[in-house]
């Protein structure tokens, strides 16, 4: 069975610059989630979605965050425009019951 | 609000000795308990949950836990590791409500490194 894949598995672009980051969950996983780890900080929660409804996004910081989750399949997280603060690695995760299953992350570098 | 704190950044061990990572959590309900390990390259991978139940918990690659409610805390243990544990190790902890509830508060971490 696939895990949890996301793409790119590094990215740098610069400030003002869009970036779009693709997770493709696990097949049959109803609940997907969006994590963020900025360097020397927390890994922190960004949103949940269950299929393609948007469950909880009170961890998205701003509204230059655009994440979706077309069809209840892969989900994408669009950062636009990317700011330097933006910079870290973007987990993915995804369950369908007791455990969550995660991707490897995308590092993300806006300079 | 919840909170994890892992004291320590970074720890270094001699292969085949003991391990304890320490985790301390502030929640203001029933914590659920997790441990995550992430080895270089790879994605968090699961170690140990806490629901309920006995508060010694068992998991993979011969991992334990201790909830201690007392003390807040969920220490993680190995009594004698290997060069392949070298990672870094997270602790989590999270509202669960039943079903697949993941919003997880995490820790910022604890580098292990193993001297051979």
């Known amino acids: 069975e696939a895990g949890v894949t996301q793409f790119p598995s590094h990215s740098v672009i610069e400030k003002g610059q869009t970036v779009t980051l693709r997770c493709d969950p696990i097949?049959?996983?109803?609940?997907l989630y969006w994590y963020r780890r900025v360097m020397g900080k927390e890994i922190k929660f960004l949103l949940h979605?269950?299929?393609?409804?948007?469950?909880?996004e009170s961890g998205m910081p701003n509204n230059r965050f655009l994440a979706e989750r077309t069809g209840g399949t892969y989900s994408t997280l669009k950062v636009q425009p990317a700011e330097l603060e933006d910079s870290g690695v973007y987990f993915c995760?995804?369950?369908?019951?007791?455990?969550?299953?995660f991707g490897q992350g995308t590092r993300l570098t806006v300079v | 609000a919840q909170s994890v704190t892992q004291p320590d950044i970074h720890i270094t061990v001699s292969e085949g000795a003991s391990l304890e990572l320490r985790c301390n959590y502030s929640?203001?309900?029933?914590?659920?308990l997790f441990w995550y390990v992430q080895s270089p390259g790879q994605g968090l991978q699961l170690l140990l949950k806490?629901?309920?139940?006995?508060?010694l918990v068992q998991g993979i690659k011969g991992f334990e836990a201790e909830f201690k409610r007392s003390q807040s805390s969920f220490n993680l243990r190995k009594p004698s590791v290997h060069w392949s544990d070298a990672a870094e190790y997270f602790c989590?902890?999270?509202?669960?409500?039943?079903?697949?509830?993941?919003?997880?508060?995490f820790g910022k971490g604890t580098l292990l490194t193993v001297n051979p």
């Open positions: 995760a995804s369950s369908q019951s007791t455990t969550a299953f």
């Open positions: 097949s049959g996983h109803d609940n």
């Open positions: 979605f269950v299929k393609e409804s948007k469950q909880d």
């Open positions: 929640y203001g309900a029933t914590p659920y």
């Open positions: 806490y629901f309920s139940g006995d508060t």
């Open positions: 989590a902890v999270g509202p669960w409500s039943g079903g697949s509830n993941y919003k997880l508060t």
